[in-house]
Structures are given as C-alpha cells and as structure tokens.
C-alpha cells in the first residue's frame, strides 16, 4: 500500500533547479520529492496531508562534503593546539594557540589531567607554519614530560612531532632507516616525523590512537551531528582502510534512521602488490551499500603537504628553497595500482597536492585509459592545489574530474603567498575559474578536520579568495 502525499509549506524553497529556482510547496510520497510547486500546483497533486511546520522557514537542498573525515567525530578526544581557534562538537571553544610557548603549556594541562602513566598524551592540529621559529624538537616536548610519552598531529595530518619517551616507545633510533625521520647534525632524531612511513612506527606504538579515531560508533554520531549543523546531508570519508570493526560501525552507525548524514567511505589503497587483491575486495563491499552507506570509492595518497614542505612540486619548487617534499607511494608503482582499479571499473581518488604528484597521477591514468579505455570514469584529483592551465587542460581531455581545497585559501594563503610558493604560484592555487573555463567537473572541500566541515564557508572562499590577513588571492580564480 503506498502512502499518500505529504506536501510541506515553506516560506520559500531554493530549489537548486534553474527550471523553477523556487518554489513554496513540497510533495513527499515514499520518502522521496514527488513534485514542488506554488499554491497553485496543489491541486494536481491529489489527496495529500498539509505539514506546516517549515511555513516559517526557507527550505533547500541538503549540502554535499566532498572530501572530509570521519575523524572530525573522534579527534576531540585530544586536546586541539592548533593555530586558527576552532569550535568542537560540544561546542566548546578551543582558542587557536599562537606560540610554541603556548602549545606547550595547553599539552603541560593536558599532561596533569592524565593520571595514568602509561596512557601516551595525544594531541592534534599543530600549525607550525605559523611560528616563524626553527621546527619543533624533543627539546620542546620533553618539557611536557620526559616520561610520558606524547605524540602530536600536525594540521596536515601528514606530519608529527613526538617527545624522547614516545621515539623510545616507538623504537626509533639514530639507526632508522626510514625516510621522513628527521635528524638532529649529530645523528639523533628530532621527533619530527614526516608522511606515514615515518609516523607508522609511533601508531602501531599507541595502538589505534588517531587512525581509529572517528571510527567508533560514539565518534561517527559526533561526525554526524557536526555535518548536520553545517547542512550536510551527504559527507565523503575519504581514506577509510575499511578493516572489519570500521566496516560494522558504519553499518551500524548509518542503518540507524536517526542518523542524520549519508556517508560515502573511500577505501585506501596502499601497494601495487596488494591492489588487485584490494579491488576485488572493494567490489564486494560495493554490494553492502546502502541508501546511507556507500561503498565503491577508493583514494590513493600519493604526496604530501604543501605547508608542512612534503608535497611533490615542479620546477622551481619551493619558494624559500626547502628541499623538495615526499613521495607517499612511489612514482614507478602507482601506474599498476592505477591500472588495477580502473580496469575492475572503480572510481579512483587521488590525494596530489604539489604539481609534480598531478603530473604523476594524470600519466598513470593516461596509460590506464590507454591500455584500458572506459567512458565516463570520473577519476578524481583532490586538492590539486598548484594545477596550472595545461594540467586543467589535460584533465579535461582525460575525462578526470578536480575536487579543489578551497578552504586552503583561506587559513594557509598568506603563508602559500610568503613562504611555499610566493606570489606567482600562490594567486594560481585551487583554481576554480581554470576548472570552469576547460569545462572539467568540479568539487570543492574542507578535507575536515584539517579544516571546519562548512560547505557556505568553502563556497566563501571559491567565490571570494580571501586569506587570513584580508588579501585576495589571485583575483581571476575567483567565481
Ligand atoms: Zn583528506
């Protein structure tokens, strides 16, 4: 038995349809939109039941986060000490912290709440860019506690600063030979870590600290709510390594019809060896989506941050001469692992935020399409933050879509201006007009909790390119 008509009054609706930009009256008939129109459209739409309780209210369509988090949910279980201040899912305001002085002293209360020993101090959202000082070091963290051991996120999430008792926990010596772990001249580690392999060691140290973090049942209703009270109805969780607990608290999380977002995971592949293995696994997932779950996307990170100095840029490369930043898989395999997704017919996600990492990506697809050819994939460069006009013209002929960090304008683009690319490439980034003009399909985010999940915000910031400081950053990217 079907159910009849419910038709709801609104003081106006934005329909988002250039057809009928708005309208006063919406029919609902099995959950879904049946027809909207004025007063006058009533009368066609038959026996129905009148709900007036938007009457006051302006009604549109719910937001879409095109690339955020679900640690957003999870991470304010720690203490935040980042630069810009920032409002958590209980409302609390955490104060942006404008020293190393101050961080220190946020993680020295953070320290004396904890009573157990044993449990390491986490923290997250350090913006070092900002300090105009030498990089942070032991030195710094073991004021806070030589005993203790702390670990804490950069803003990026691409980086970490850890204190002398977390390296010893984490087994981290002048020996180690990994790439990212930064040195003191005399061979002694710094505690700086850059990218994941150099950061994997202190996570599988603190068991699931960070990584889960979100992934809890508690952590996605969090996540959920603060997507809600920004208007999102559909919010990506792009890098999700889809392990069995995640999988059942999705499931578990989005089967109740309470909760308030549908989320789109984004499984993370990591190795060309694994990637034919991990495709098949993601087509079997696909068949577990559900109206508010859906599972088919997969991300592959393939460089770093620009403002911690490890995203992989072109010629002349850093504006104040730092070395060049780090590839996360390296260049010789994401040809096979992009070959691999593609040609089960998933749609690939790909993390580049330097020039030379973009580069990297639309040749491995390139060569995937070459060998492989498929219409309408939509594979998808995120952030592309420095793509320049043959980039953008290039993804237009390949069919790739873009998914551009417009909030970086915002809260990184006085340093992108000073510091990592200098004026030339900076008035360039996240280039939203480029996109329009070579007709590639375009998206826009938050990469929350990098930044606060706000699609209004990050339209703001496409539409008006302000930086912090009130300067407008390349004044024809604007749209
Ligand atoms: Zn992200």
């Not at 008509?5 to 939109?33: C, E, H, M």
């Not at 995120?382 to 993804?395: G, I, P």
Request: charged content about 20%; aromatic content about 8%; some cysteine.
């Amino acid at each position: 038995m079907t159910q009849p008509f419910i038709v709801f009054r609104a003081r106006k609706i934005l329909t988002i349809n250039p057809t009928q930009p708005t309208a006063s009256y919406v029919a609902i008939k099995d959950g879904k939109i049946a027809a909207i129109g004025t007063r006058d459209d009533l009368h066609d739409w038959g026996k129905f039941d009148l709900d007036e309780r938007f009457a006051d209210k302006i009604l549109m369509p719910g937001l879409i986060e095109a690339h955020s988090h679900v640690h957003e949910g999870g991470l304010w279980q720690f203490p935040y000490v980042g630069y810009f201040d920032r409002r958590g899912p209980d409302g609390t305001l955490w104060k942006g912290l404008r020293s190393f002085d101050e961080v220190i002293s946020r993680l020295a209360d953070a320290n004396a709440k904890l009573l157990d020993p044993s449990v390491p101090l986490l923290a997250w959202g350090f913006d070092p860019i900002y300090f105009s000082t030498s990089p942070m070091t032991t030195r710094e963290l073991d004021r806070v506690s030589v005993t203790r051991s702390i670990a804490i996120l950069h803003a990026s999430f691409h980086l970490m600063n850890v204190n002398t008792a977390m390296l010893a926990k984490a087994g981290i010596t002048r020996d180690t030979q990994i790439e990212g772990v930064t040195c003191f001249p005399d061979g002694n580690p710094t505690g700086e870590l850059r990218e994941f392999a150099a950061m994997f060691p202190v996570h599988r140290a603190i068991g699931n600290g960070f990584r889960a973090a979100g992934q809890t049942r508690e952590g996605l209703w969090n996540f959920g709510r603060v997507a809600q009270l920004a208007g999102v109805t559909t919010a990506t969780d792009l890098s999700n390594e889809l392990l069995d607990d995640g999988v059942d608290a999705l499931i578990g999380a989005t089967g109740d019809r309470r909760f308030p977002v549908r989320l789109v995971p984004a499984f993370r592949a990591l190795t060309a060896a694994s990637a034919k293995q991990d495709a098949q696994r993601v087509v079997m997932m696909r068949n577990r989506s559900t109206e508010k779950l859906r599972f088919g996307a997969v991300k592959l990170i393939i460089d770093g941050s620009i403002q911690g100095f490890t995203a992989r840029l072109r010629w002349p490369g850093y504006h104040n001469g730092s070395p060049n930043g780090l590839w996360v898989i390296p260049p010789s395999e994401i040809p096979a692992i992009v070959e691999n997704f593609h040609s089960t017919g998933l749609q690939i996600h790909i993390h580049t935020n330097g020039d030379e990492a973009t580069q990297v990506a639309l040749d491995a697809i390139e060569h995937a399409l070459t060998k492989c050819p498929r219409r309408d994939h939509r594979h998808t460069l995120h952030h592309c933050q420095m793509a320049d006009a043959a980039q953008f013209r290039r993804m237009a002929s390949l069919g790739v879509c873009v998914n551009l960090f417009s909030n970086h304008i915002y809260y990184w683009g006085d340093v992108h201006y000073a510091q990592t690319m200098g004026p030339d490439r900076a008035n360039r980034m996240n280039a939203s007009a480029t996109a329009l003009r070579f007709g590639v399909p375009f998206a826009i985010h938050s990469d929350a909790p990098i930044t606060p999940i706000g699609p209004l915000f990050t339209a703001w910031c496409a539409v008006n390119r302000c930086t912090a400081s009130g300067r407008v950053l390349g004044r024809a990217e604007r749209i």
